[in-house]
């Protein structure tokens, strides 16, 4: 399993360094440009909007993908999906683990549940609250 992350401000970091600890895999960043947060939060308000990353291409058929919710959309994590598809890449399992505030999180599980339809046979969705998302991990069982 390949656990990769796109993080603002460490939070989805520390995510993804706590899901290796718990069921193992192998940890890889998406990076992006650097942006102050109003930037990232006015470029999240466009559903489709990719923004150019970088990453090391997966190996596994098995994927967790955690990144932050902001408003519908993650464009580096967007990015990162639409790369796949146009490579060619196909999964058995992608867990996509989303921190957020704990507000509509229907808008990306309707977002990214279109764009890994065709990508993905089984897709799993993790929203963990930022302010209690130590204690909500514990419980999390991925696939």
């Known amino acids: 399993m390949e656990v990769y992350y796109f993080t603002f401000t460490g939070t989805s970091k520390q995510i993804a360094e706590e899901v290796v600890k718990k069921v193992g895999g192998r940890l890889f960043s998406i990076n992006s440009v650097k942006l102050p947060y109003v930037c990232w939060l006015f470029l999240s308000f466009f559903p489709g909007l990719k923004l150019k990353s970088s990453f090391k291409p997966p190996t ?18 967007t990015y990162f999906f639409s790369w796949l598809k146009k490579n060619g890449y196909s999964f058995d399992e992608v867990n996509l683990i989303i ?4 507000w509509k999180k229907e808008l990306y599980l309707n977002h990214y549940s279109s764009v890994l339809k065709k990508l993905a046979k089984k897709v799993n969705f993790y929203f963990l609250k930022q302010k209690n998302w130590k204690e909500e991990i514990k419980n999390l069982v991925l696939g």
Request: aromatic share 14%; hydrophobic share 25%.
């Open 99 to 102: 921190s957020y505030k704990g």
């Open 60 to 77: 596994s058929k098995r994927l967790v993908v955690c990144f932050p919710k902001w408003t519908t959309n993650c464009p580096p994590v």
